[in-house]
């Protein structure tokens, strides 16, 4: 695939995800929706098994990005290793890959749990089971946090074309 087919393909995966996230939230799905309907690779049932892994797992903040894990999740439904062959390895590859992931979103974002993320977006951490705190919180993220789903969204779909 062309350079120019990759770049149209990932800014496609881009745009679905945020505006998914600005939407509906649930930034793990919003990755891994984009993901499937620009390149595929993704189950429906991958979608649904993410729902739980918002805010850094049941919107606790302290688990990794949702966005983040989303992003895993893509990038093993295409490289992971399956069912039948637990026993034929560990699958370094895919490992590899997600490694690589996880360096670049703390790099770019600094840090990787949901909580680290609160913390350099807005200045504080909030309790997402507080309506009153959670309502402070998406006020002040403003787009950043649809901006983060987004890209690792570019990103992944850039590294499924490899």
Not at 44 to 54: C, F, N, P, W
Not at 89 to 100: I, K, P, S, V, Y
Request: hydrophobic share 35%; proline share 1%; glycine share 12%.
């Amino acid at each position: 695939m062309s350079n120019g087919k990759k770049d149209v393909l990932a800014e496609e995966a881009y745009q679905r995800a945020l505006n998914y996230e600005l939407e509906f939230g649930c930034c793990p799905q919003c990755v891994l929706a984009s993901v499937q309907e620009v390149v595929g690779y993704v189950t429906d049932e991958t979608i649904k098994a993410s729902h739980g892994l918002s805010g850094g797992g049941g919107l606790n903040g302290e688990g990794a990005c949702g966005a983040l894990t989303g992003g895993l999740m893509a990038l093993s439904a295409k490289s992971g290793r399956e069912r039948d062959k637990l026993d034929q390895g560990r699958g370094l590859g895919n490992f590899q890959d997600a490694r690589e992931l996880v360096e670049r979103f703390k790099q770019e974002f600094g840090g990787v749990t949901c909580k680290e993320l609160q913390q350099v977006f807005t200045g504080k951490t909030y309790d997402f089971w507080n309506a009153r705190e959670y309502k402070a919180f998406d006020e002040a993220r403003d787009m950043k946090c649809a901006e983060a789903t987004a890209i690792v969204t570019r990103w992944v779909v850039e590294k499924l074309q490899d």
